[in-house]
C-alpha cells in the first residue's frame, strides 16, 4: 500500500527565504514522487518528479527535491522564496504503473514580504 | 491546445439528487483518471478509464460511476447525493504508460460541487 504525510499543513517564510516542505512516504514497491502545486481556483500543475533516475530532482520556478530512501522523504526546497510561490503544495506517489496517485493533505505556503 | 477542460464550474445539487460531471482531455491524451478534493485535504482518487473501460479504482462507493466516450472524453456520475459528497472534481488526463518513460498527468481546473 502507499500512502504520503505532508508534516506542516501552513508554512510561512519571509520574501528570500529558504523554503523548506516535507513529504514521508509509505510504498511497498519502489515509488515514483511527485510534487505538485495549486493555485487558488485552479487545478494542479506538476512541479517536479522522481522516477528512479537521479535522486536530486530539479523542477520548475526553482524548486528541487531529494529522494532519500533510507528516510522514505521527498523534500521540497527552493532556496530563495518568492510572492509568487504562495499557494498550496501536494506530494503524491505513484506505483509504478501510474494508474494511481495518493496525494498528501497539502502544505499552504505563505510569503511574507 | 486548451488542455484538460471540465464543465460545469460550479453545481449546487439537493441531497438525494444525481449529478453528472464531465471532462475532456488535452489533445492526444486517452486515459482519464478522476478525483475528488474535500475541502482542506489532498485529491482522493476515484477512479481510471482507458479504452472506454474503468481500469483502476479507489475506495469509493458504487454510486460514483463513470464512462469515458471514444473520443476520449469522459463523465463522472454520482447517485444519491449526500452532504460529504461536497467538493472540487478534478479530472487528469495522460497518454497510456508504455513502461519505457513517465507520461505527465495534467489536471483540469475542477467542478467545485455542492450538495445542500
Known amino acids: 500500500a502507499q500512502s504520503v504525510t505532508q508534516l506542516g499543513s501552513h508554512v510561512s517564510v519571509s520574501e528570500g527565504a529558504l523554503v523548506l516542505l516535507r513529504c514521508n512516504y509509505s510504498?511497498?514497491?519502489?515509488?515514483?514522487l511527485f510534487w505538485y502545486v495549486q493555485y487558488p481556483n485552479q487545478g494542479l500543475q506538476l512541479l517536479l518528479k522522481y522516477t528512479s533516475a537521479a535522486t536530486l530532482v530539479k523542477g520548475i520556478n526553482g524548486f528541487e527535491a531529494e529522494f532519500k530512501k533510507s528516510e522514505t522523504s521527498f523534500h521540497l526546497t527552493k532556496p530563495s522564496a518568492h510572492m509568487s510561490d504562495a499557494a498550496e503544495y501536494f506530494c503524491?506517489?505513484?506505483?509504478?504503473?501510474?494508474?494511481?496517485?495518493?496525494f498528501g493533505s497539502g502544505t499552504k505556503l505563505n510569503v511574507k514580504p | 491546445d486548451a488542455g484538460v477542460t471540465q464543465s460545469p464550474t460550479h453545481l449546487i445539487k439537493t441531497r438525494g439528487q444525481q449529478v453528472t460531471l464531465r471532462c475532456s482531455p488535452k489533445s492526444g491524451h486517452d486515459t482519464v483518471s478522476w478525483y475528488q478534493q474535500a475541502l482542506g485535504q489532498g485529491p482522493q482518487f476515484i477512479f481510471q478509464?482507458?479504452?472506454?473501460?474503468?481500469?483502476q479504482r479507489g475506495n469509493f462507493p458504487d454510486r460514483f460511476s463513470g464512462h469515458q466516450f471514444p473520443n476520449y472524453s469522459s463523465e463522472l456520475n454520482v447517485n444519491a447525493l449526500l452532504l460529504g459528497d461536497s467538493a472540487l472534481y478534478l479530472c487528469a488526463s495522460s497518454l497510456e504508460w508504455t513502461g519505457s518513460s513517465y507520461n505527465e498527468q495534467f489536471f483540469g481546473p475542477g467542478t467545485r460541487l455542492t450538495v445542500l
Open positions: 510504498s511497498s514497491v519502489p515509488p515514483y
Open positions: 478509464y482507458y479504452e472506454e473501460e474503468e481500469r
Open positions: 503524491a506517489v505513484s506505483p509504478n504503473n501510474f494508474n494511481k496517485f495518493y
